[in-house]
């Protein structure tokens, strides 16, 4: 980040956007039928997860083996595109829009930074001009999703550890501006 000292870090679910992503994606990309089966089917590991007492990294982990596992890269890349080209502006919160501009007008380097699915979340970072985009990566073999999630799940510290990897791990050189849910 030579020369740029100040960054500014945006969280994506219910603070770029008014709430979670994965859902409406997740709808878009399968239909109603295969999303709600899904639901039915993982609903142990969701209400785990809900009332803490099933990690996150688990229930995601089951979550993308359900609905990515054997699935076609490309074609999901192309849904993807799609679902951010046509979806994605209902979702986003507009005064955290402005923010991001205000940021991006000023020269500030700015980092989205989401535990969401790169499958889509990429395609978030262009569409906004991010500067940076770290998030959950599907681990591909050959021309398909595995089902996995490739390295950690970026969520909690692995924000910070992520974060680090771009601004190195000396973060007092730089004033920070984070936006993220409560």
């Given at each position: ?68 596992k ?67 990566i ?24 992520r ?19 409560v």
């Amino acid at each position: 980040m030579k020369g740029k000292s100040k960054v500014a870090v945006f969280d994506f679910d219910g603070t770029l956007t008014t709430g979670d992503s994965l859902l409406p994606f997740l709808y878009y990309c399968f239909g109603f039928w295969k999303l709600t089966i899904g639901i039915l089917y993982l609903s142990p590991f969701i209400i785990g997860y809900l009332l803490k007492v099933y990690p996150n990294n688990l229930a995601k982990k089951k979550l993308v083996n359900y609905f990515f596992k054997n699935r076609d890269v490309n074609l999901l890349k192309k849904i993807a595109s799609r679902f951010i080209d046509e979806k994605i502006d209902y979702f986003i919160r507009n005064n955290i829009l402005k923010r991001l501009r205000w940021h991006q007008k000023n020269d500030h380097v700015t980092i989205l930074l989401s535990a969401s699915l790169d499958l889509y979340i990429n395609y978030v970072g262009e569409k906004y001009n991010f500067d940076h985009v770290e998030c959950s990566i599907l681990e591909i073999d050959k021309h398909l999703f595995t089902g996995q999630i490739k390295g950690d799940n970026c969520y909690g510290n692995e924000k910070v550890k992520r974060l680090k990897k771009i601004l190195g791990d000396n973060l007092t050189g730089y004033t920070l501006y984070g936006y993220g849910a409560v």
